[in-house]
T-cell receptor
């Protein structure tokens, strides 16, 4: 049981480039979410999904796209990277309807130059 | 405007003494609160939670206290150990808020041996 996995661990992009951050979970959790962590800001919700085919925006969705074609995978796409998107990105999952406790992946550190 | 605030960016405590981490919230809809612990280069891990129907929840060395009238919660760690050195995030949510977690900015705890 690997839990929540994220790839890559580190990434450097140039302004304007696009990329996809991968997230997968093997716990059959319905709910998955993406957060970004910035100094002094805590973790802020970017997008979330309550099940395959259903996604919604969080607090800071601009510049990011998501899709959920399977229960296991929840990729985050940066459409045109900007220096303001330099951050550490965490994916998380939990079972719907039981508790609010989320399980987090190890994170992806992204730098946009 | 931050709905969950951790006003102390850092806290330093001697090994064996009590660590008290504080968290304030502004949204009266929140009725469930969680504490997460984060080591460098890892994802946050769930520590302890409390529902608004309780004012205290204990798990080993960790106790969370909730004061609903003051919209304040605190995490007590007794006794503190060097391995407790980490960033601690407070989070809040409710069904009315769509079960989304709102995080504070975090407090860095250093336990000196």
């Amino acid at each position: 049981n690997a839990g929540v996995t994220q790839t890559p661990k580190f990434q450097v992009l140039k302004t304007g480039q696009s990329m996809t951050l991968q997230c997968a979970q093997d716990m059959n959790h319905e709910y998955m979410s993406w957060y970004r962590q910035d100094p002094g800001m805590g973790l802020r919700l970017i997008h979330y999904s309550v099940g395959a085919g259903i996604t919604d925006q969080g607090e800071v969705p601009n510049g990011y796209n998501v899709s959920r074609s399977t229960t296991e995978d929840f990729p985050l796409r940066l459409l045109s990277a900007a220096p303001s998107q330099t951050s550490v990105y965490f994916c998380a999952s939990r079972r719907q309807g039981t508790s609010y406790e989320q399980y987090f992946g190890p994170g992806t550190r992204l730098t946009v130059t | 405007d931050q709905q969950v605030k951790q006003n102390s960016p850092s806290l330093s405590v001697q090994e064996g003494r009590i660590s008290i981490l504080n968290c304030d919230y502004t949204n009266s809809m929140f009725d469930y609160f969680l504490w997460y612990k984060k080591y460098p280069a890892e994802g946050p891990t769930f520590l302890i939670s409390i529902s608004s129907i309780k004012d205290k929840n204990e798990d080993g060395r960790f106790t969370v206290f909730l004061n609903k009238s003051a919209k304040h919660l605190s995490l007590h760690i007794v006794p503190s150990q060097p391995g407790d050195s980490a960033v601690y995030f407070c989070a809040a949510t409710s069904m009315e808020y769509g079960n989304k977690l709102v995080f504070g900015a975090g407090t860095i705890l250093r336990v000196k041996s």
